[in-house]
């Protein structure tokens, strides 16, 4: 997110928030100036669900999975995919790093 305030103060956004009719005004001994135009914005958030999670062909030590990336939001994009997954009740984490495109496919060894 971003911070509003100056000096010591400022106040969190959260998450996702809508920012709108942000102004600035300028200021001397004489007044203030006239508004300018009017901006809004969000703060950033995280990445929604990725979407079709597919499971192909699982073999005693592969599995196959497919998934489509979730829309991103270009001033924070996608790093990268934890993939989780449990084994007779241990569970594991791999992270998929470098990935580009819009639609993926893994092969991980169990």
Known sequence: GFTIGSGGSSEPLPLGALVTNIDVRAVNKVGTAAIS???????LNVPPPVSDLTLGAVSSNTIHVSWSAPKQDSRA???????????NGNSR???????????????FII
């Open 37 to 43: 135009n009017l901006v809004s914005g969000t703060t």
């Open 77 to 87: 994009p996608i790093s990268h995919y934890e993939l989780r997954y449990t084994v």
């Open 93 to 107: 984490l791999l992270e998929l790093r470098n990935i580009t495109g819009a639609v993926f496919s893994a092969v």
